[in-house]
Nanobody, 121 residues
């Protein structure tokens, strides 16, 4: 069973930085995509940054140039470096992974429990 555990959220002033981590446990065959989503109060969950199969990254327009997603395969961990934070970045941030448990199996979608990021003005 795959588990994703996020850490690194907190309260920061506008213009500050935070780094989120997402540690994966559980055996898998391969990762299709891994990424970060966020959900602000009263809003739908939205994609923030993803690493696609082959290593291609994509970012939402609202964070492009400020956030950087990266991964450490040896540690089974994905990071989200967030710089120049704005109050509108305030949300619960969720780690997501789409994986294949075995060769040829259907992709499975996993979510972490979420970590709160609050940016004060």
């Amino acid at each position: 069973q795959v588990q994703l555990v996020e850490s690194g959220g907190g309260l920061v002033q506008a213009g500050g930085s935070l780094r989120l981590s997402c540690a994966r446990s559980g055996s898998i065959f391969s990762i299709e995509t891994v990424g970060w989503y966020r959900q602000a109060p009263g809003k739908q969950r939205e994609s923030v940054a993803r690493i696609l199969y082959g290593g291609i990254t994509n970012y939402s327009d609202s964070v492009k140039g400020r956030f950087t997603i990266s991964r450490d395969n040896a540690k089974n961990t994905v990071y989200l470096q967030m710089n120049s934070l704005k109050p509108e970045d305030t949300a619960v941030y969720y780690c997501n992974a789409v994986v294949r448990a075995t060769y040829g199996s259907s992709p499975l979608n996993y979510w972490g429990q979420g970590t709160q990021v609050t940016v004060s003005s």
